[in-house]
């Protein structure tokens, strides 16, 4: 009988520091989304399409090299239950020698990116960006060890400092008509600034020692997050890297954002749960049925916030770019339009990647990762060609669309949840976006009869939207009513056996 409470004590002491975890990151989560919002505004108004596009070409590599720091390692310390020094300095020795390497290999190798896409500025913004591995390796050890201890009110601290000292300085060069340049430093002091602030208020003791047997026990996860990382990353960005080649920079710059504002509700809420889940479930790895509940929790909340945000995007896309990033990036009323959808089916994904990890299954990820990789990059190839942008776009959202039934099958197997159990659990988000989708549109056509401003018929649809989607949650006082009013009243995720 004592061990049962003693266990029972133990769940609720972690579900209460999960539970903290989130908030905290949905904090620092909330506030870089809009600190972001800020400053890429300012920024669309000081700096051409084609300047960002610019910035988008180099960040295609560097952004790909960058999993190569790391190399899993760091999901590897906050999967291990017992992280011993030896492993601390095995992988800190690891990041460093990695960190010099990429640095010195993106430095000379910088004239290649810049022929490869026919633009010469690419060779010194390549040489100063290969800085970033450097940097990233020295704090690597420190942000894992944060995560594994769910400390994630420091790393909120740290990450809006970073970000609020980085835009202030994106800001002034901009304005003073560095261009380019001012999107490069802030991508680059942002991590400076984050490290610096790691080292300060969470010192660990690391020294660059190598040791083979710590090395062997972590390589086995570290390849399969590194593989499936590095896969997904080419699924997700070898669109930038063939619109850079095959249409230009404008293009590109316009992409880029397009994609920015479909990333909202993965950055906002799914990620940042996911932050949290993978250390929480790690810590509760032996207990599937726990993180069946949790889990299906928290798709619940992710699906309760972000179908809204991604539906009432794809209807008012038009009124938010003109208010958002003003005329001169019109180009990306429709590609927000196609890809909001995208978003929501994204959005409920980021969570599967965690039970795979947190369970010691990441080689399915790996496998996972690979096949919709290779089917999104050929995907991306065929709809440029067939129709530019747009049949990029077209395609990306089928498969990402289509493909979230296998993921949800291969990762549901692994905790006991059926598709069709799924589907029950996102489908009053799913009912209550349509239906207000379908209000709004109707009250768009209204609104088009009188002569206001975007930025006016953006705030009278959101308004109706937020009312015809929210009303009814809380008048039936729905199942995502309760979850996220127990969240705000910091209790523990709650649920019954019927969920």
Same mark, same amino acid.
């Given at each position: 009988?004592? /061990?049962? %409470?003693?266990?029972? #004590?133990?769940? +609720? =002491?972690?579900?209460?520091?999960? !539970?903290?975890?989130?908030?905290?990151?949905?904090?620092?989560?909330?506030?870089?989304?809009?600190?972001?919002?800020?400053?890429?505004?300012?920024?669309?108004r000081l700096v051409s399409p084609n300047e960002f596009g610019t910035i988008a070409m180099v960040t295609v590599f560097t952004g790909f090299a960058i999993r190569f720091v790391d190399f899993g390692f760091s999901a590897a310390l906050i999967q291990k239950?017992?992280?011993?020094?030896?492993?601390?300095?095995?992988?800190?020795?690891?990041?460093?020698?990695?960190?010099?390497?990429?640095?010195?290999?993106?430095?000379?190798?910088?004239?290649?990116?810049?022929?490869?896409?026919?633009?010469?500025?690419?060779?010194?913004?390549?040489?100063?960006?290969?800085? /970033?591995? %450097?940097?990233?390796? #020295?704090?690597? +050890? =420190?942000?894992?060890?944060?995560? !594994?201890?769910?400390?994630?009110?420091?790393?909120?601290?740290?990450?809006?400092?970073?970000?609020?000292?980085?835009?202030?300085?994106?800001?002034?060069?901009?304005?003073?008509?560095?261009?380019?340049?001012?999107?490069?430093?802030?991508?680059?002091?942002?991590?400076?600034?984050?490290?610096?602030?790691?080292?300060?208020?969470?010192?660990?003791?690391?020294?660059?020692?190598?040791?083979?047997?710590?090395?062997?026990?972590?390589?086995?996860?570290?390849?399969?997050?590194?593989?499936?990382?590095?896969?997904?990353?080419?699924?997700?960005?070898?669109?930038?890297?063939?619109?850079?080649?095959?249409?230009?920079?404008?293009?590109?710059?316009?992409?880029?954002?397009?994609?920015?504002?479909?990333?909202?509700?993965?950055?906002?809420?799914?990620?940042?749960?996911?932050?949290?889940?993978?250390?929480?479930?790690?810590?509760?790895q032996d207990d599937i049925y726990q993180i069946k509940r949790i889990y299906l929790n928290a798709t619940k909340t992710i699906a309760f916030l972000t179908f809204p945000m991604m539906g009432g995007l794809a209807v008012v896309s038009r009124e938010f770019?003109?208010?958002?990033?003003?005329?001169?990036?019109?180009?990306?009323?429709?590609?927000?339009?196609?890809?909001?959808?995208?978003?929501?089916?994204?959005?409920?994904?980021?969570?599967?990647?965690?039970?795979?990890?947190?369970?010691?299954?990441?080689?399915?990820?790996?496998?996972?990762?690979?096949?919709?990789?290779?089917?999104?990059?050929?995907?991306?190839?065929?709809?440029?060609?067939?129709?530019?942008?747009?049949?990029?776009?077209?395609?990306?959202?089928?498969?990402?669309?289509?493909?979230?039934?296998?993921?949800?099958?291969?990762?549901?197997?692994?905790?006991?949840?059926?598709?069709?159990?799924?589907?029950?659990?996102?489908?009053?988000?799913?009912?209550?976006?349509?239906?207000?989708?379908?209000?709004?549109?109707?009250?768009?056509?209204?609104?088009?009869?009188?002569?206001f401003k975007p930025l006016i018929s953006l705030i009278i649809l959101i308004l109706i939207g937020g009312l015809t989607y929210f009303i009814p949650v809380v008048v039936f006082k729905t199942k995502e009513y309760e979850l996220i009013k127990n969240l705000?009243?910091?209790?523990?995720?709650?649920?019954?056996?019927?969920?």
């Amino acid at each position: 009988m004592g /061990i049962s %409470i003693k266990g029972n #004590i133990l769940m +609720v =002491n972690h579900l209460a520091k999960t !539970k903290q975890g989130v908030i905290w990151s949905f904090i620092n989560q909330g506030g870089a989304q809009l600190l972001n919002l800020l400053i890429t505004f300012i920024l669309a108004r000081l700096v051409s399409p084609n300047e960002f596009g610019t910035i988008a070409m180099v960040t295609v590599f560097t952004g790909f090299a960058i999993r190569f720091v790391d190399f899993g390692f760091s999901a590897a310390l906050i999967q291990k239950k017992k992280v011993y020094q030896q492993d601390i300095n095995t992988v800190f020795f690891f990041n460093i020698i990695s960190g010099i390497i990429l640095t010195a290999i993106f430095f000379f190798l910088s004239p290649l990116i810049a022929k490869f896409y026919d633009e010469r500025i690419l060779n010194i913004l390549t040489k100063v960006l290969s800085l /970033i591995f %450097i940097i990233t390796a #020295i704090s690597g +050890v =420190n942000k894992a060890l944060i995560a !594994k201890n769910l400390d994630f009110k420091l790393s909120a601290l740290v990450s809006l400092s970073s970000l609020i000292l980085s835009s202030c300085l994106a800001i002034f060069l901009a304005y003073m008509g560095y261009g380019v340049w001012s999107i490069l430093i802030k991508i680059l002091s942002q991590e400076l600034f984050t490290s610096i602030l790691y080292y300060l208020f969470y010192p660990v003791k690391q020294k660059p020692i190598f040791h083979k047997g710590s090395f062997n026990s972590m390589f086995g996860m570290s390849r399969n997050v590194a593989g499936e990382s590095i896969i997904n990353y080419w699924s997700r960005n070898a669109d930038n890297l063939l619109i850079g080649k095959m249409l230009n920079s404008s293009a590109l710059g316009v992409y880029s954002k397009a994609y920015a504002v479909m990333l909202l509700p993965l950055t906002n809420f799914s990620r940042v749960i996911a932050k949290v889940m993978f250390p929480s479930f790690s810590l509760i790895q032996d207990d599937i049925y726990q993180i069946k509940r949790i889990y299906l929790n928290a798709t619940k909340t992710i699906a309760f916030l972000t179908f809204p945000m991604m539906g009432g995007l794809a209807v008012v896309s038009r009124e938010f770019v003109l208010t958002a990033f003003g005329n001169g990036w019109q180009e990306m009323i429709p590609l927000v339009r196609i890809l909001s959808m995208l978003g929501a089916s994204q959005s409920i994904l980021t969570l599967n990647g965690v039970i795979y990890n947190s369970l010691g299954k990441s080689h399915i990820a790996f496998w996972i990762s690979l096949i919709f990789g290779i089917l999104n990059v050929v995907g991306f190839y065929i709809g440029i060609e067939w129709e530019g942008l747009m049949g990029l776009v077209i395609i990306y959202t089928i498969i990402g669309v289509i493909g979230a039934i296998p993921n949800f099958y291969f990762a549901g197997r692994l905790i006991g949840v059926s598709i069709i159990e799924m589907l029950k659990n996102l489908s009053n988000s799913f009912f209550l976006t349509i239906s207000m989708m379908l209000i709004v549109y109707l009250c768009k056509i209204y609104l088009s009869n009188f002569s206001f401003k975007p930025l006016i018929s953006l705030i009278i649809l959101i308004l109706i939207g937020g009312l015809t989607y929210f009303i009814p949650v809380v008048v039936f006082k729905t199942k995502e009513y309760e979850l996220i009013k127990n969240l705000i009243k910091k209790e523990n995720f709650k649920t019954n056996k019927n969920n």
